[in-house]
């Protein structure tokens, strides 16, 4: 299968993109491919899709149903409550509508933790894109849930080869707090031997290292270290209330660190570091985290706020630029889950959106890649495509309506 | 001309609501008014439209231009070069994209300030929108400048009057370090006398407090009561760099205060003081500023920032929730613009927006507002109606091809 994109928009000048199967093969003026489809990209750019770093795909069905509330009697009276009651079958309908926002909004690919891992691989599945899941991991320290949790990743990590290529097995324990040292030594070595990510929550909030300098005498990514977890496979999330010591530890082990500026600020957890992680040279991506402490999977709503919140808390307007956002959102996004997408060239993914260049939000059109993070919204993404394949044309998404009729169904269900 | 809405949600329930003139006539279930045009409101909600009480509406065609700058190289080597080539017919076509973009996001009234008065206002007489229309006074304490601008004021307020009962007119001393102590008072004056706001940007940046401390021994809030600008009838923007007795001289003289949070963090501007103010009980609505320093005009994108911004500086989850962004998104901007709408209410101005419920964004639905607040974009907008005139319907305005090609044209001409 082959689809022809002509007269598009790229870095500002008009050229063909060809894709073969799901790769990006020519970029150029003029190209001829007679079996083909033909997209007509007058009027629009093409732009690498966003990776959405870190999520809880399902939480959709969460959305605004516990909001403004202190972090642990959200947690605790309203979230987990309901998620203890989530089947399948619901973490198959959550993850649809969150895979149907995440194309509406640009976004191809997402890092993901959550129970139930079978119901979001079907969801990701069918509704094409790109993912990295991973099933949460916790133990509390009790040896019976460690076992019955290793032997469930062990089991779901076979299974999760049924899915296809689009579908990556993440390791997930959810953070120090929650999974004992044993547990964690478990995951670094299993995902050593199997060549797996780890996907985990590292200090999002001050309480957390309270906790962990009270029982270790260390701070969390200094008794990480020492317990031997990190590397360049892990995936930290949050990653708040860090010391310039813990950045440097992150960045001498090459982890990759996932900023999530919404539901840190709705959260109110505290203040990310940007500039301190710049400097430290720590890798650096963009995540929405789950739509009860957001409320929506928007990347590019998570570029600006990533580079409000920066400016603000460093008093400096020309701290992380629109391009630094961008990177951000797509190609940090994309090498932190050693996968071939966020840029657009050859031999690459072909992963990308095409914006309507006539959108009033893009209007008069000095900088994209400013417009994009600083003044678009969903409604100037025409198309979506994901390893090849078209997802979405014209704003409109296959079978959306019912995507959202069994969602909506939730909300009598769950109130 | 009346329009009758049937079965649209309304607080949570099913009504019928029969707009006649300008005004919600009437608000019951069943409804008949043979000769209203009938709308179908089935499957959405009923709101209020947004009021947006800080911007310079025609800096959409700055969009872009310069961002990511240090706030005085931002201003004196990109922005105002570009503004001192502006003509009055570029002022129009700016205002007119300006306009588009806020009806396809859902608000219906604006309070601006900018040069080339007509340019605006033709452009919102044409596009249906309510707003509040002040030129910019500067005269940096030159007297000859100050005659031309008072004279300039009394003319066009004159000329004002020859627009429809929609566009008022105000008075737009720009700050106190670009106004000279008598220009104030003079504007103080002629506002009493002729019943008028006035629209002034107050304590934005730590070098206008600064620079107020060395040449007056006064805070801005406190020289300005001092010289008797202050007063019900004042609408001031950003005020960010304020003390507790400040904020108390702003409750007492009923300031009407509008906080722009998008625009303060994206040139570092400062914290507002969110809890203080309210604490201090001073009223409070949400302003974009113009595209130059946002880069767009969505009401949704401001509440949700406000929230944010408000939980991250108070390091508190339910400040500012989002019933109260809300408000000072609606209802609290149309009261101190001293306008009868900003509420669905029989006997209000009909200025309201219908809002998809079907959209994903507001999917499952267990709170409208917070969905709006937190997840909404301006694909969730259906209908538009403002002083009873339907604005767009399906996400559709009436030429809005045109608006945006001639919007369009000023890449070339300001690059």
Redesign the interface.
């Known amino acids: 299968m082959a689809t022809l994109i002509k007269e598009i928009q790229l870095d500002g000048r008009t050229t063909d993109v060809l894709i073969e199967g799901n790769r990006f093969q020519q970029i150029d003026a003029n190209l001829q491919a007679p079996e083909a489809m033909v997209l007509d990209g007058r009027g629009m750019a093409i732009l690498p899709s966003f990776v959405n770093m870190h999520t809880h795909a399902s939480m959709?069905?969460l959305?605004?149903?516990a909001?403004?509330?202190?972090?642990h009697d959200?947690l605790e009276n309203h979230i987990w409550p309901l998620e203890s009651r989530m089947t399948e079958e619901d973490i198959y309908h959550g993850a649809r509508?969150a895979c149907?926002?995440m194309i509406?909004s640009g976004t191809t690919c997402f890092n993901d933790m959550y129970w139930l891992f079978h119901g979001t691989a079907r969801a990701v599945e069918e509704m094409g894109l790109r993912a990295m899941l991973s099933s949460v991991f916790i133990d509390f320290s009790d040896e019976a849930k460690a076992r019955e949790q290793r032997d469930s990743t062990e089991r779901l990590f076979g299974e999760s080869q049924r899915y296809s290529d689009r579908i990556g097995f993440a390791l997930g324990p959810h953070a120090l707090y929650t999974v004992s040292k044993e547990s964690l030594q478990w995951v670094k070595k299993f995902a050593a031997e199997n060549n797996l990510l780890i996907h985990i929550h590292v200090s999002e909030t001050e309480k957390e290292v309270q906790d962990c300098l009270a029982r270790y005498g260390l701070r969390p990514v200094q008794w990480l270290e020492k317990i031997g977890l990190l590397g360049p496979n892990v995936i930290a999330a949050h990653v708040i209330h860090v010391t310039e010591e813990e950045m440097g530890i992150l960045a001498r082990n090459d982890v990759k660190v996932v900023h999530n500026p919404?539901s840190?600020?709705?959260?109110?957890a505290?203040?990310f570091p940007f500039r301190r992680m710049q400097a430290a040279g720590v890798q650096m991506s963009l995540g929405t985290d789950g739509?009860s402490s957001?409320?929506?999977l928007?990347m590019m709503?998570e570029m600006?706020?990533a580079?409000?919140?920066a400016?603000?808390i460093?008093?400096?307007?020309?701290?992380l630029?629109?391009h630094t956002a961008f990177e951000m959102a797509t190609v940090n996004g994309a090498r932190a889950l050693g996968l071939d997408c966020g840029e657009i060239a050859v031999g690459k993914l072909a992963d990308c959106i095409l914006v309507d260049l006539?959108?009033?939000?893009l209007?008069?059109?000095?900088?994209l890649e400013?417009?994009i993070v600083?003044?678009a919204?969903?409604?100037c993404v025409d198309t979506v495509i994901c390893d090849g394949k078209i997802l979405m044309r014209g704003g409109r998404v296959d079978r959306?309506?019912e995507?959202?009729?069994e969602?909506?169904?939730?909300?009598k269900k769950?109130?």
């Open positions: 959709t069905l959305r605004s149903y909001d403004d509330l202190e972090l959200w509508l149907l926002e509406k919404v840190n600020m709705k959260l109110a505290g203040s739509c957001n409320n929506n928007s709503e600006k706020v580079a409000l919140h400016k603000l460093h008093n400096d307007p020309t701290v630029p629109a006539a959108n009033h939000r209007v008069p059109g000095y900088r400013d417009d600083y003044s919204d969903s409604s959306e309506e995507i959202v009729d969602a909506r169904a939730y909300k769950f109130q």
